[in-house]
C-alpha cells in the first residue's frame, strides 16, 4: 500500500484516480493532522505531495513523521520536496517569480529512480519557493535553469525529492512514477494522465 500526505495539492484527485485505475491501493491523510502513524501497517511507500505555501509557513507534523517513522521508500514533490529538505536541514528559498510549465530538467547522476529516461527530461513546475541549499546526507541528482536542486536523493535511504512534478507529467513522469513504485515492491503501472492546471 502507499501512503499518500497530501499537503493540500491541487494535483491528488487526478492522480488517485491513476491509482485507482492500476489497483494500486493507497491511503490518503491529511499532513496537518496529528494521526498516529501506528495505525498504518503494510505501507510499501509514502508520497509527499504537492500544495500551498512552503514548510517555513505550515506545520507539515504527517511528513516529518512519517520520515522518521517509516524505514520505506518516500518521494517528495513540490513542498513534500521542500519538507524533506527542511527536515533534514538544507534551506529553502522564494523565487523571483512564480513556476508553472513544463520545465527542462538536466539528470546529474543515475539512479534507479530515473532508469530509462533520457540525460534531460521535462517535468511539470508549479511553485514559488525551491530548495536552494543541499541537505549534507543527500546527494544532487538533476538541476535546472530556474532551480538548481530540482531532484534529490538521500545518500544511504531511498527517499526522493523533487521540485517538479512527475506525477502530473505524462511522458517521464510516467517512468519515474512506475520506478517508484518498482522501488516499493509494487509490481503494477501506473499511467499519468494529462497535467491539468
Given at each position: 500500500?502507499?501512503l499518500?500526505?497530501d499537503?493540500e495539492?491541487?494535483f491528488?484527485?487526478?492522480?488517485?484516480?491513476?491509482?485507482?485505475?492500476?489497483?494500486i491501493?493507497?491511503k490518503?491523510?491529511?499532513a496537518e493532522?496529528?494521526?498516529d502513524?501506528?495505525?498504518?501497517?503494510?505501507i510499501q511507500?509514502?508520497?509527499?505531495?504537492?500544495?500551498?505555501?512552503t514548510?517555513?509557513?505550515?506545520?507539515?507534523?504527517n511528513d516529518?513523521?512519517?520520515?522518521?517513522?517509516?524505514n520505506?521508500?518516500?518521494?517528495?514533490?513540490?513542498?513534500?520536496?521542500?519538507?524533506?529538505?527542511?527536515?533534514?536541514?538544507?534551506?529553502?528559498?522564494?523565487l523571483d517569480?512564480?513556476?508553472?510549465?513544463?520545465?527542462e530538467?538536466?539528470?546529474?547522476?543515475r539512479?534507479?529512480?530515473?532508469e530509462g529516461?533520457?540525460?534531460?527530461?521535462?517535468?511539470r513546475?508549479?511553485?514559488?519557493?525551491?530548495?536552494s541549499?543541499?541537505?549534507?546526507?543527500f546527494?544532487?541528482?538533476?538541476?535546472?535553469k530556474v532551480?538548481?536542486?530540482?531532484?534529490?536523493k538521500?545518500?544511504?535511504?531511498?527517499?526522493y525529492?523533487?521540485?517538479?512534478?512527475?506525477?502530473?507529467s505524462?511522458g517521464?513522469?510516467?517512468?519515474?512514477?512506475?520506478?517508484f513504485?518498482?522501488?516499493?515492491?509494487?509490481?503494477?503501472?501506473?499511467?499519468?494522465?494529462?497535467?491539468?492546471?
Amino acid at each position: 500500500m502507499i501512503l499518500i500526505i497530501d499537503n493540500e495539492s491541487s494535483f491528488i484527485k487526478y492522480f488517485q484516480k491513476d491509482l485507482e485505475k492500476a489497483s494500486i491501493n493507497f491511503k490518503v491523510i491529511k499532513a496537518e493532522e496529528d494521526i498516529d502513524l501506528d495505525n498504518f501497517e503494510n505501507i510499501q511507500g509514502i508520497i509527499l505531495t504537492g500544495g500551498r505555501g512552503t514548510p517555513l509557513d505550515r506545520d507539515l507534523i504527517n511528513d516529518y513523521k512519517a520520515i522518521d517513522y517509516f524505514n520505506v521508500p518516500i518521494i517528495g514533490f513540490c513542498i513534500g520536496h521542500e519538507a524533506i529538505a527542511d527536515h533534514f536541514r538544507g534551506e529553502i528559498s522564494h523565487l523571483d517569480e512564480h513556476q508553472d510549465k513544463m520545465e527542462e530538467i538536466h539528470i546529474l547522476e543515475r539512479d534507479s529512480l530515473l532508469e530509462g529516461v533520457g540525460d534531460k527530461i521535462f517535468l511539470r513546475e508549479k511553485h514559488y519557493a525551491n530548495v536552494s541549499k543541499l541537505p549534507e546526507e543527500f546527494k544532487l541528482l538533476a538541476s535546472s535553469k530556474v532551480c538548481p536542486i530540482e531532484i534529490m536523493k538521500h545518500k544511504l535511504r531511498p527517499i526522493y525529492g523533487f521540485q517538479s512534478h512527475p506525477e502530473r507529467s505524462p511522458g517521464d513522469g510516467d517512468i519515474i512514477m512506475n520506478n517508484f513504485l518498482k522501488i516499493c515492491g509494487i509490481d503494477k503501472r501506473v499511467e499519468i494522465s494529462g497535467a491539468e492546471k
